[in-house]
């Protein structure tokens, strides 16, 4: 039997999402802490399999682009509102914005981050009642 011939090839990706001075989801970024590091690094166990990554150019443009700072993304800007200075407009957007992730996976496991995801279900409530420490912890949570 001849042996079979298999290649790897890992395909990183994101759509460039900026537009004027600010990109417009986090994707980059939240991969770019939890995804693109692991799997290089994965990769020094298995020295002997050849493998291939392929790196888009908007990828790596925006990953530079977060490292120097040229951009941030929206939730990187509410994240670095201090909590106690949060508008109603700002709240608003945070909770728009913050529970978007696959509920059952990232959300529903951690009691806290649970408990504010309930809790946001009544948003005049949580705008008007919220303590501080309420939406620093969403903001922490999300990230």
């Not at 039997?1 to 395909?11: E, T």
């Not at 020295?47 to 392929?54: A, F």
């Not at 790196?55 to 800007?77: A, C, F, G």
Request: glycine share 0%; aromatic share 16%.
């Amino acid at each position: 039997m001849l042996p079979l011939k298999v290649v790897f090839l890992w395909h990183q990706h994101q759509p460039d999402y900026r537009m004027d001075d600010v990109f417009l989801m986090p994707w980059t970024r939240l991969h770019g802490i939890k995804d693109y590091f692991d799997l290089p690094e994965i990769l020094y166990e298995f020295p002997n399999i050849k493998q291939t990554v392929n790196m888009v150019p908007s990828l790596s443009k925006q990953l530079y682009e977060y490292y120097t700072e040229k951009y941030k993304d929206r939730i990187q800007i509410l994240t670095q509102i201090n909590a106690e200075l949060l508008s109603v407009n700002e709240k608003n957007e945070i909770l728009n914005t913050f529970f978007r992730c696959q509920v059952e996976n990232m959300i529903l496991p951690y009691y806290r981050f649970k408990e504010l995801y309930e809790k946001s279900f009544d948003r005049e409530r949580a705008i008007n009642e919220w303590k501080s420490q309420d939406w620093l912890d969403l903001q922490v949570w999300y990230n």
